[in-house]
């Protein structure tokens, strides 16, 4: 029992490193919280013991998708400034450039704003760019990238080409293509616009966006490029495996069982009715997952927070 994440996490760090130089070949940490796991995590990166992740990080929270989003905000707000210089300042955005290049541009266009006090409206932002061939020349391609997603509704298959499209103008598909996670994010992208293209159903821009929104949230990027003796997963993940050591984070009453998650959509009654599984069945399950990972696991240390704040 731990006073706090940050007392969790090392000690939790300490123990992965004294199993390493005890020669456990293979250590799972199993994250009922992810918040300690992101520390613990990065702890050992410190100490340069890199983890194999098989729980992924949510496109959400990655760069990758951050450019998506910034570059819908600055169409919706029409290019309001503050969003056009975040979108001209993600290093995914015209990757077919010199770096150095787009760096003065948008260094040049931010001197330019500054002094002359525009604050949006992309049309007013070439004319002021004047004389600025490079800056110009940015701004341009966001004019022709914009005018694929200027309509009133289309099906969400066709949103996603059209931002597909937008996307090759910008230079972005070329920063994406260099980047596991954005292989793995272009990759998403293509699959619902495979699969959505049947469905008539018409959205306007910001419910397309919404839509996208949860899609981001929902999926995960795997990285698949790091063999470590350290592994983080979940618990679901671990039947039937076996392992010299497992670091059981975070098993306090918030996260194991952790919160009601079936109630999303329906209540445990319609649920039950539906054939769907029921909180009592996933319960079950969870207890059944622990005890067999208890069970064919000699060496296990569990957490949690005995307190917090």
Same mark, same amino acid.
């Given at each position: ?5 940050? *007392?969790?996490?090392?000690?939790a760090?300490?123990q ?14 199993v994250?009922?919280?992810? &918040?300690?796991? &992101?520390?613990?995590?990065a =702890?050992?990166e410190? !100490? ?7 729980t992924? #990080?949510?496109f ?8 998506? $989003?910034? #570059?819908l ?5 029409d290019? %309001? %400034?503050?969003?056009?210089l975040?979108? =001209? ?6 990757a077919d450039?010199?770096?150095?290049? &787009?760096?003065?541009a948008? %260094? ?14 992309l ?5 002021l ?26 099906t969400?298959?066709?949103? @996603? ?9 910008l ?14 994010l272009?990759?998403?992208?293509r699959?619902? *616009? ?12 910001p419910e #397309? ?5 949860? *899609? ?15 592994? @983080? ?11 010299d !050591?497992?670091? @059981? ?6 996260? =194991?069982p ?7 959509w329906f ?5 039950a009715a ?5 909180r009592a069945?996933?319960?079950? *399950?969870?207890?059944?997952?622990l $005890?067999?990972l208890?069970? $064919?696991?000699?060496?296990? @240390?569990?957490?949690w927070?005995t307190?917090?704040?």
């Amino acid at each position: 029992g731990a006073h706090g994440l940050e *007392q969790e996490a090392a000690a939790a760090e300490l123990q992965v490193r004294r199993w390493l130089l005890a020669g456990k070949k293979t250590i799972a940490i199993v994250a009922q919280d992810r &918040r300690v796991a &992101r520390r613990v995590r990065a =702890l050992l990166e410190r !100490a340069e013991i890199l983890v194999s992740d098989e729980t992924g #990080w949510t496109f959400s929270t990655l760069s990758v998708s951050t450019v998506l $989003m910034r #570059w819908l905000d600055a169409l919706q707000s029409d290019f %309001y %400034y503050q969003d056009l210089l975040d979108l =001209l300042k993600s290093p995914f955005i015209f990757a077919d450039q010199a770096a150095s290049e &787009r760096k003065q541009a948008v %260094y040049q266009l931010e001197q330019l704003v500054r002094k002359r006090g525009v604050s949006g409206h992309l049309e007013a932002f070439i004319d002021l760019s004047q004389g600025e061939a490079e800056v110009q020349s940015s701004l341009v391609r966001l004019r022709q990238a914009a005018e694929l997603l200027r309509k009133k509704s289309d099906t969400l298959s066709g949103w @996603l080409s059209a931002l597909h499209d937008s996307l090759e103008i910008l230079g972005i598909l070329h920063g994406l293509e260099g980047d596991d996670a954005g292989v793995q994010l272009l990759q998403a992208l293509r699959t619902w *616009q495979r699969e959505l293209q049947a469905d008539t159903t018409r959205f306007s821009l910001p419910e #397309w966006r919404h839509w996208l929104t949860q *899609q981001l949230d929902a999926h995960t990027f795997h990285d698949t490029s790091i063999t470590s003796p350290v592994l @983080l997963t979940h618990l679901t993940a671990t039947r039937w495996r076996s392992f010299d !050591a497992v670091l @059981l984070l975070g098993c306090d009453a918030d996260h =194991l069982p952790g919160s009601e998650r079936n109630g999303l959509w329906f209540n445990d009654a319609v649920r039950a009715a539906l054939g769907l599984p029921t909180r009592a069945a996933t319960l079950t *399950q969870q207890s059944d997952d622990l $005890m067999a990972l208890l069970a $064919m696991n000699t060496t296990v @240390l569990v957490t949690w927070q005995t307190s917090t704040n």
